[in-house]
């Protein structure tokens, strides 16, 4: 059993919701399955001080435990920045996502983005929208904050001052 901010604590493997602040949510309030909605939050991703992408247009998806995950419209993002990468992967709620490698700045991140070509039908609004890991790059920030990526290397949330936690990721969480 472990706690602390951001972490929760853990009770024979069921998390503890972190309590939750002034204009906070908390991902335990976030739906299973998950859904994906409009955000009028403004999405910025910059690379040394060059704009990879800036949008006020995004979605963001919401699913029990996990932070946000932006995903944004193709024509607010520096698409000649973006080649497409073989990846493929498989969310049980969206569809086959494909996946596309970044290259800013002089640096290439391999599999950094992805996208829905045919998501299913709840996730229509998203279709060819990108979503990217934030951990690669500068600066990811939602309204000018810089977030925090969301632990564990394979998911693609973002946590800002707007969710409270824990999140799925850490330490204990696999069978949340």
Same mark, same amino acid.
């Given at each position: 059993m472990y706690a602390g901010k951001g972490l929760g604590a853990l009770a024979f493997g069921h998390p503890r919701p972190d309590p939750v602040g002034d204009g906070q949510e908390s991902v335990w309030d976030y739906p299973r399955p998950a859904i994906c909605e409009p955000t009028g939050r403004r999405i910025e991703i910059v690379h040394k001080g060059q704009m990879l992408a800036d949008t006020k247009a995004a979605y963001r998806t919401? &699913?029990?435990?996990?932070?946000?995950?932006?995903?944004?419209? *193709?024509?607010?993002? %520096?698409?000649a920045h973006l080649t497409p990468n073989p990846r493929r992967s498989l969310c049980e709620w969206k569809g086959q996502a494909r996946y596309w490698d970044v290259e800013i700045g002089g640096?290439?991140? &391999?599999?950094?983005?992805?996208?829905?070509?045919?998501?299913? *039908?709840?996730?229509? %609004?998203?279709r060819d929208y990108l979503a990217f890991y934030p951990e690669p790059f500068d600066r990811c920030l939602v309204d000018g904050e810089q977030v925090t990526p969301q632990p564990g290397g394979f998911y693609g949330g973002w946590?800002?001052?707007?969710?409270?936690?824990?999140?799925?990721?850490?330490?204990?969480s696999r069978f949340w």
């Open positions: 919401l &699913e029990t435990s996990h932070p946000p995950t932006y995903y944004l419209p *193709p024509g607010d993002v %520096a698409m640096d290439r991140f &391999e599999a950094a983005a992805w996208s829905y070509p045919d998501p299913t *039908p709840p996730f229509a %609004a998203i946590i800002s001052q707007y969710e409270a936690g824990p999140f799925k990721g850490i330490p204990g």
